[in-house]
């Protein structure tokens, strides 16, 4: 009864509140948007270095060759020389070396050459057909064959570079024999074939060799000499080719301290720690997300002082309502719960509707990183240990709220209040 | 039935009030008059268990009111008196039955909502139950307050100045309901006033001077 009344009070003068509740919705909806896209863009970033200790590639910024290599976000370094990466990628030290090969993209999904493994290391099984083995035989990642409605047999042309518009390479076509199963990693948004079908898109122009040469962008892979033969496939084997980054599992755990000195200084290469790049990304973002986290609290703040003038102000008007409760046999107590429901009430509203809130900018959010990095957020992932605390703090800051109001109306002096109506 | 032996209060030490004993049985009435600023609706308070006198004691059904504690008396003053004020206050959030139900729901822990719309309609308000209390007429209202002090068959029904603000005609009309209800409900009625227009109408006087 006395939840019951509270509930009709809340809406029978609905503009006392409306401020307080939308304040609230405000932040808990902020909170909410950046505890989920925090924990689940670490989540997807931390996923995806897993397994990889360090990433050799041409010079250039250490970050820029993990987002480049690893997460497929930005332009690769450059290339490096495969013959000179062969031979760290035999040493003794290291497990399973990954190269890589950037080559063409098919409507804006980057076809990457690259080996067996790399289905491998991000736990992505063939769910229909087959693994590449031939020159321009790919495999999808599960999330293109959704998005493109393609199956196995299907065949396209590349575009040149990243960019969807790029040139058109209608020399080769290429074939998909498999499509990969969901991982949740970057893999599910590339499109994975041989090394040499990259090198061969390239090398073997034939008659279009100048514009080949005034390609120039960094990081794509080109032939040096074209002195091969047109009719038959280029092989792994082909000596003086580039690639673009390799990735590096070692076995002996030294190898990752000593190698970044090493290749420095011995070769025109760098390798980078994932782990390290992906740490100091974090700490920048960190700072972004921390001062929005803080205006998120002073809103709440605001919102909890909004509430309080609220209760305060309809308690004033409420007095004589007040007094007639006890007349008819109400306690003390009940009027203070009756202050303290309507507060929780309110309360519990905006963190109901906020929490809903911040998952539908969660959706508008993962639409454009989808379109922008190929990155999506689920709206429908419940941190109960995070947003429970949001909760407690949200009613925390109702009952702070309502707590003087709600004295109040315990002390209330019934007579004098009756007396003087 | 009602009866006060000896009761003094103030609010001060300057200013006592010694309040007259009274003694009304269930079913009769007793009016205190007086003029204004004399304690009329301190001693009405004090009956209704709202304010605590300084000495004195009052029996309602045989049993000292003062002697109770304050929650036992909270829930005391809700079954045992009713109360039809001056001015009506209502929960304005509510309509005119839940207003009633509420009264009942505080004072026995159960919505007696048949009890309920028998009175009104004994009240002639049964058409008013599901509209808000601000949209009925001062009349109305007062009607309705007097529907909401008798929902749990009280043993008093006190009544401050309940015609003041009425004409003569309505001023009757709940004179008359005040009484006879309280007959039916077997209530001792109280009333407070200083309105020459119902003082000639009952014979039972206690005067504050």
Redesign the interface.
């Known amino acids: 009864?006395i939840a019951k009344?509270a509930w009709?009070?809340i809406?029978?003068k609905p503009l006392n509140t409306i401020l307080s509740v939308i304040l609230l919705i405000s932040s808990v909806a902020i909170i909410t948007t950046l505890i989920l896209v925090e924990k689940q863009f670490e989540e997807k970033f931390t996923k995806n270095i897993d397994g990889v200790d360090l990433v050799m590639g041409a010079q250039g910024s250490p970050l820029q060759l993990i987002l480049s290599s690893v997460y497929h976000v930005d332009a690769p370094t450059g290339n490096i020389s495969y013959d000179s990466a062969k031979v760290w990628m035999q040493h003794p030290f290291v497990e399973k070396a990954i190269p890589l090969a950037f080559g063409d993209n098919y409507r804006g999904f980057k076809i990457l050459g690259t080996t067996a493994d790399y289905l491998e290391k991000y736990e992505a099984k063939i769910a229909d057909g087959k693994i590449f083995e031939n020159n321009f035989e790919v495999v999808l990642g599960s999330e293109i064959a959704q998005k493109l409605s393609l199956s196995v047999g299907d065949e396209f042309y590349g575009s040149h570079g990243d960019a969807a518009e790029g040139h058109v390479h209608e020399e080769y076509i290429y074939k998909i024999v498999g499509i990969a199963s969901p991982t949740g990693k970057v893999v599910d948004n590339l499109i994975l074939c041989t090394i040499p079908s990259v090198w061969q898109m390239h090398g073997d122009h034939g008659a279009t060799e100048s514009e080949n040469l005034s390609h120039g962008e960094e990081g794509h892979v080109h032939v040096e000499g074209d002195d091969h033969d047109h009719h038959q496939d280029v092989t792994i084997d082909e000596p003086g080719m580039e690639i673009t980054a390799v990735l590096l599992k070692f076995r002996n755990k030294m190898g990752i301290v000593t190698w970044p000195r090493i290749i420095a200084q011995n070769t025109k290469m760098q390798v980078a720690s994932p782990a390290l790049e992906v740490n100091r990304l974090f700490s920048l973002f960190g700072i972004g997300i921390q001062a929005l986290q803080y205006l998120a609290y002073g809103i709440m703040l605001i919102s909890g002082i909004s509430i309080f003038i609220a209760l305060y102000n309809t308690l004033k008007e409420?007095k004589?309502?007040f007094?007639?409760?006890?007349?008819?046999?109400?306690?003390?107590m009940?009027l203070t719960q009756l202050v303290l429901i309507e507060s929780l009430l309110l309360c519990i509203v905006g963190f109901i509707f906020g929490t809903i809130l911040g998952r539908v900018a969660l959706v508008l959010i993962s639409n454009s990183a989808e379109q922008d990095f190929k990155m999506s957020f689920n709206p429908y992932e419940f941190l109960w240990n995070k947003e429970g605390v949001l909760f407690l703090l949200t009613i925390g800051v109702g009952i702070i709220a309502a707590l003087i109001p709600a004295i109040k109306a315990y002390k209330l002096n019934?007579?004098k209040t009756?007396?003087n109506? | 039935m009602i009866s006060t032996n000896k009761i003094t209060f103030s609010y001060n030490k300057d200013q006592v009030f010694h309040m007259p004993d009274l003694y009304c049985e269930a079913g009769s009435t007793i009016l205190i008059t007086g003029d204004s600023g004399k304690g009329k609706t301190t001693y009405l308070h004090i009956l209704g268990g709202l304010l605590k006198p300084t000495s004195g004691a009052i029996e309602i059904d045989k049993e000292n009111m003062l002697a109770l504690s304050e929650k036992k008396l909270d829930k005391f003053r809700g079954k045992n008196i009713g109360i039809v004020f001056q001015k009506s206050h209502f929960v304005s959030a509510l309509t005119v039955l839940e207003n009633l139900e509420m009264a009942s729901w505080l004072a026995t822990g159960k919505k007696n909502s048949a009890r309920a719309k028998k009175l009104l309609e004994q009240l002639d308000v049964a058409n008013q139950a599901n509209k808000l209390p601000s949209q009925l007429s001062i009349g109305q209202q007062q009607r309705v307050s007097i529907a909401r002090a008798l929902i749990n068959e009280p043993k008093v029904l006190l009544a401050d100045e309940p015609t003041s603000s009425l004409d003569d005609k309505n001023a009757e009309k709940v004179i008359e309901l005040l009484t006879s209800l309280s007959k039916e409900y077997k209530a001792a009625l109280v009333i407070v006033t200083h309105d020459s227009r119902i003082k000639e109408k009952f014979i039972n006087k206690i005067t504050l001077i």
């Open positions: 009864m009344l009709k009070n809406w029978f409420r004589n309502e007094a007639l409760l006890r007349v008819n046999g109400a306690k003390r009940q019934i007579s009756l007396a109506a």
